[in-house]
């Protein structure tokens, strides 16, 4: 079954700061991977999509950006965080015919 | 532009009692729905979900109903325990949208004794 990794778990970080955030995804091969944004208790918002190595797409204007530099990794990033980046950072993935989706972890990130 | 929302913010639920959570979307050529649940601090967990040819599939303990006359998905939770306390989402998704989910805003389900 498909397993999503991510990392790290929690983050503190100034602002101006930059930002690297990992997905990394098992048991699965070729498959469409997801960025997105939660706000302390709202719903998830799409920021990126990824279709195949160096395909992202991006869903809103913002000051973060994606890669995907190999096929089951994918990276959030920004070079100079803003507070408004703050929040709770989920990767998904899905495979084959399937469009069901799964969620990883997520990473708690707090700028300051 | 199209979406997908929920009626009720909160839902408090005594336990062994059933939950009935609910969700309007917006988007008619939606074609795939899927209920997650969240809990604190974690990533959502898949649930269950249905295809727009079905208006009705069951899982353990829960039942996703589907009526595209009224473009309405519900979540049923049979004999609720206090371990389904957690954030509710319905999603939808659309043929060619590369799999890309909406997500209802949520709601909260709380289980008392």
């Known amino acids: 079954s498909q397993t999503i990794h991510q990392w790290p778990a929690t983050l503190v970080q100034p602002v101006g700061s930059p930002l690297s955030l990992e997905c990394t995804v098992e048991?699965?091969?070729?498959?469409?991977l997801y960025w997105y944004r939660q706000a302390a208790g709202r719903g998830l918002q799409l920021l990126f999509y990824s279709v195949g190595i160096g395909q992202i797409s991006s869903e809103v204007p913002q000051n973060l950006s994606a890669s995907r530099p190999q096929d089951r990794q994918f990276i959030l990033s920004s070079k100079k965080l803003l507070l408004s980046d703050s929040g709770f950072y989920l990767c998904?993935?899905?495979?084959?015919?399937?469009?069901?989706?799964?969620f990883g972890p997520g990473t708690r990130l707090t700028v300051l | 532009g199209e979406s997908v929302g929920l009626h009720l913010p909160t839902l408090s639920v005594q336990e062994g009692d059933n939950s009935i959570i609910n969700c309007a979307y917006s988007?008619?050529?939606?074609?795939?729905f899927i209920w997650y649940k969240q809990e604190s601090g974690k990533g959502p967990q898949f649930i269950i979900d249905?295809?727009?040819?079905?208006d009705k599939r069951q899982g353990q303990r829960v039942t996703v109903l589907l009526n595209k006359t009224v473009k309405h998905l519900s979540l049923q939770i049979a004999a609720t325990q206090p371990g389904d306390s957690a954030v509710y989402f319905c999603a939808e998704t659309a043929p060619d949208s590369w799999g890309k989910l909406q997500f209802g805003s949520g709601t909260q389900v709380v289980v008392t004794p």
């Open positions: 998904a993935g899905t495979s084959g015919l399937d469009n069901e989706q799964f």
């Open positions: 048991g699965t091969s070729n498959p469409n």
């Open positions: 249905i295809r727009s040819n079905m």
């Open positions: 988007n008619s050529a939606s074609d795939y």
